[in-house]
């Protein structure tokens, strides 16, 4: 299975929809949260019509109205702060910060450890971990719009640049 690994929208619209735009070998989306309004859900959902997983970051401050969105949409779910998955044979330990994030990789017990936050692109293997940060969908912080599409049966992430 091959999974799109994206964060930090920031309610970016264009680059949203540049991203999601080339996702038609995507089974399904795991979202590392700061899309901030709730209409970023309509975009994920009608850009996407795979499963899309979602964590919430720190400038989600309407969350509530960010979940209600979720009802008009199947394929989106949202997961709270954190989450564990079990993709195509894989375990994944989802959640919006990087100081989590290193926390969880030290335990050594999932297969991917994700997680956004810093607008920062990274991707090293950790022990058993592969840890991905899959940078900015937003891409005015860093000047670069990237994510990263992960591939369960080859264990290789692949780094995205959204045009």
């Known amino acids: 299975m091959r999974v799109a690994i994206i964060s930090d929208i ?17 089974d399904e989306i795991i979202c590392l949260g700061d899309l901030c309004s709730p209409f970023i859900v309509k975009e994920l959902s009608l850009g996407f019509s795979g499963p899309v997983h979602v964590v919430f970051g720190n400038n989600d401050g309407d969350r509530y109205r960010i979940t209600e969105a979720t009802n008009k949409y199947s394929n989106v779910r949202i997961h709270g702060e954190y989450v564990e998955l079990a993709i195509g044979g894989k375990t994944f330990s989802v959640n919006h910060f990087d100081n989590v994030g290193r926390a969880i990789v030290a335990s050594q017990t999932h297969d991917v450890v994700c997680f956004g936050h810093s607008h920062q692109y990274g991707v090293e293997s950790v022990g058993r971990s592969l840890v991905v940060n899959p940078g900015e969908i937003f891409g005015l912080l860093t000047g670069k719009s990237t994510f990263v599409v992960y591939d369960t049966d080859t264990g290789q992430a692949q780094r995205v640049d959204v045009e």
Request: net charge neutral; glycine share 6%; proline share 6%.
């Open 10 to 26: 920031h309610d970016n619209i264009p680059k949203l929809r540049s991203a999601l735009a080339g996702l038609n070998d995507i």
